[in-house]
């Protein structure tokens, strides 16, 4: 049941003897060889764990590179990306007056001026030089995903009220963090809701392309929703939908997978059992925006560039 050795196997092992002289020559060359040999082991292993690393730590140099609009080039006459924060305001401010997103407490507005970047809070502005990572083009901008797309997850009260009670085994399936693994959605369902709970709470409803987000659990692990058919957030788990067809979803998924945009959504992680961020931290993540026409080059380019990478 265990292997073993007997003193019978000992007895019966046949050693070659070398003279005492000869014995003195190996151990001494043992001794001095065992050095190298630890060091190439060392080396080996360091080398073996690089090459297992490897493809991960060349997807996230790639896409650093991307979202410092480094890979792809710019283009004069792209649109700019100032241009397009300012029709996402306005298309803002009809949401916000039509009742269907809520105004920011403290908007925030990032801008450029004399060679310096700026933040208006409130009225009040602030050179925030120190706080921005890297350069990027003239023609991009930084914002926050606050700015251009629409946070939100399922308030525990509505799950308490509306959700829970409705529970049934077919109807408008509910998207919990388990749900997203490995940056895929997992589209296997325990629980659904009738059609009518999921309208009458239409902010947690998904119904159309966005980025689902656990915000319990492996924070970053992050997918796109199609929205080829209805569903409805469920636990754990938090929407980012665009607020505008003109900031591509591949693109924010992109950033938020590069190291800078991963170290945003990870820096106010909460230490708990599980992991958590609030929903208010993700709408915090501060995100460097291309023209729409430079977003679909960089969108197109990495997705040809990481079916490459094994």
Known sequence: AIPHLNKEIFFDLLLPVPSLQEQTRIVDKIVELTPSVERYDLLSRRSDELNRNFPNFLKKSILQYAV?????????????????????????????????IKRDKHESVIFRRDNSYYERVDGMERCIDDEIPFEI??????????NIAFVTKLAGFEYTKYIAPALQSNGIPLFKGKNIQNGHLIE????????????????SQITKKCLLTPYVGTIGNIAIFDGNYKAHLGSNVGKIEMLSSNILEEYVLFYLRSEYGYKELTKFKKATAQESISIEAIRNVRIAIPPFC???????KLNIIMSRIM
Not at 95 to 100: A, F, H, Q, V, Y
Not at 188 to 203: A, C, K, V
């Open 294 to 300: 430079e977003q679909k080059r960089i969108v197109k």
């Open 68 to 100: 410092q609009g480094k890979l792809v080039s710019q283009d004069p006459t792209d649109e700019p990306a100032s241009v397009l924060l300012e029709h996402i305001r306005a298309e803002k401010e009809k949401l916000i007056k039509s009742g269907k």
């Open 137 to 146: 083009p003239e023609s991009w901008e930084w914002g926050y995903l606050g």
């Open 188 to 203: 296997s369902f325990e629980s659904y809701i009738p059609d009518e709970t999921s309208d009458n709470l239409w902010r």
